[in-house]
């Protein structure tokens, strides 16, 4: 069988491209642009396996996606602009990778006969949960430009099912954490500041909540979706490791050997979204449980990290 993974250069798509050849036997695309956040350094260890085959294009040209497309079982659509901040700052970007991208995948996954597509989404499209849990059939209240075109482009796959008939589900994700994760998020930023002996720069009064898993996990919930679910449907893949802000700091601190002199507390993000958190009941029926204990988790991030400074030195942090 063959995968094609859109954004493959980057964080979680190319940890699910690992997760692909050492769970199967099948063979990899990786179609990239490689933007800031996916660089060939990433992926030059899959190739060498002999069983990835990179492609470098950009989701918005349709036939450049329909090209490399062809001949291909799955899509597993990762490929989008991600971070909150620069949304902020430059929403119109977000708009064209994350909507009429998304459209352009899906429209040639239908027009090349592929099996079976995934879209990658987001646990923010649902907004600030102030209390419980968000389950697949709450209604979005996108609050930034990011999660904003991430609910559309969630909508904008669901529609090729509803209208073309595209085996698509798509899957919605908390906070992920692991290696090869950009430094602009906030665990490796964290880690490789308190590396260069920076401190770790903390929104508003670090009380906002946020979901915690890592990036095996999550790859696993995704592939669990391939295969096991249903066409149309929409799945949550979440830990249960809710957590502060300020507790996060408080543990890379301590398995840092820092202490809380080098926090910064800095003025907050606009419209910061004051808690997620998901139910992950739907998927758990599926057969699926995240299986690494954050804690751990956490201080093999931290090692990854410091040992491979050479990986993310490089970036334009």
Same mark, same amino acid.
């Given at each position: 069988?063959?995968?094609?993974?859109?954004?493959?250069?980057?964080?979680?798509?190319?940890?699910?491209?690992?997760?692909?050849?050492? *769970?199967?036997?099948?063979?990899?695309?990786?179609?990239?642009?490689?933007?800031?956040?996916?660089?060939?350094?990433?992926?030059?260890?899959?190739?060498?396996?002999?069983?990835?085959?990179?492609?470098?294009?950009?989701?918005?040209?349709?036939?450049?996606?329909?090209?490399?497309?062809?001949?291909?079982?799955?899509?597993?659509?990762?490929?989008?602009?991600?971070?909150?901040?620069?949304?902020?700052?430059?929403?119109?970007?977000?708009?064209?990778?994350?909507?009429?991208?998304?459209?352009?995948? !899906?429209?040639?996954?239908?027009?090349?006969?592929?099996?079976?597509?995934?879209?990658?989404?987001?646990?923010?499209?649902?907004?600030?949960?102030?209390?419980?849990?968000?389950?697949?059939?709450?209604?979005?209240?996108?609050?930034?430009?990011?999660?904003?075109?991430?609910?559309?482009?969630?909508?904008?796959?669901?529609?090729?099912?509803?209208?073309?008939?595209?085996?698509?589900?798509?899957?919605?994700?908390?906070? *992920?954490?692991?290696?090869?994760?950009?430094?602009?998020?906030?665990?490796?930023?964290?880690?490789? *500041?308190?590396?260069?002996?920076?401190?770790?720069?903390?929104?508003?009064?670090?009380?906002?909540?946020?979901?915690?898993?890592?990036?095996?996990?999550?790859?696993?919930?995704?592939?669990?979706?391939?295969?096991?679910?249903?066409?149309?449907?929409?799945?949550?893949?979440?830990?249960?490791?809710?957590?502060?802000?300020?507790?996060?700091?408080? !543990?890379?601190?301590?398995?840092?050997?820092?202490?809380?002199? !080098?926090?910064?507390?800095?003025?907050?993000?606009?419209?910061?979204?004051?808690?997620?958190?998901?139910?992950?009941?739907?998927?758990?029926?599926?057969?699926?449980?995240?299986?690494?204990?954050?804690?751990?988790?956490?201080?093999?991030?931290?090692?990854?990290?410091?040992?491979?400074?050479?990986?993310?030195?490089?970036?334009?942090?």
């Amino acid at each position: 069988m063959k995968h094609f993974i859109t954004g493959g250069a980057g964080f979680i798509g190319s940890n699910y491209a690992w997760h692909v050849i050492e *769970n199967t036997d099948d063979e990899v695309t990786i179609f990239d642009a490689l933007t800031y956040a996916g660089n060939l350094s990433t992926i030059e260890p899959l190739i060498a396996t002999k069983r990835v085959r990179f492609v470098r294009g950009d989701i918005t040209n349709e036939s450049s996606v329909t090209s490399a497309m062809q001949g291909h079982d799955f899509v597993v659509h990762f490929a989008a602009e991600s971070h909150v901040d620069r949304s902020i700052k430059d929403p119109h970007i977000f708009v064209k990778t994350n909507c009429t991208g998304t459209s352009v995948v !899906m429209n040639s996954a239908l027009n090349v006969g592929v099996g079976r597509v995934i879209h990658v989404g987001t646990d923010e499209v649902y907004g600030s949960v102030e209390v419980g849990f968000s389950r697949e059939t709450d209604p979005l209240d996108p609050r930034s430009p990011y999660s904003s075109t991430k609910a559309g482009s969630d909508l904008i796959a669901l529609a090729h099912h509803t209208t073309y008939g595209l085996n698509v589900s798509v899957t919605r994700c908390t906070n *992920n954490y692991g290696p090869y994760q950009y430094p602009e998020k906030a665990i490796p930023l964290f880690i490789t *500041n308190l590396i260069d002996g920076k401190k770790i720069p903390l929104y508003g009064n670090g009380l906002n909540v946020r979901d915690w898993i890592h990036v095996y996990d999550h790859c696993a919930g995704i592939f669990h979706v391939l295969n096991h679910g249903k066409s149309g449907e929409v799945y949550n893949i979440g830990s249960g490791n809710t957590l502060t802000n300020l507790s996060l700091v408080g !543990m890379i601190l301590v398995h840092m050997g820092a202490g809380g002199s !080098m926090v910064e507390y800095v003025t907050d993000r606009q419209g910061h979204d004051k808690r997620y958190a998901l139910d992950c009941t739907k998927l758990k029926k599926l057969g699926w449980e995240p299986q690494i204990d954050f804690d751990n988790g956490l201080q093999a991030t931290i090692a990854w990290y410091m040992s491979n400074e050479k990986w993310w030195r490089g970036l334009n942090r």
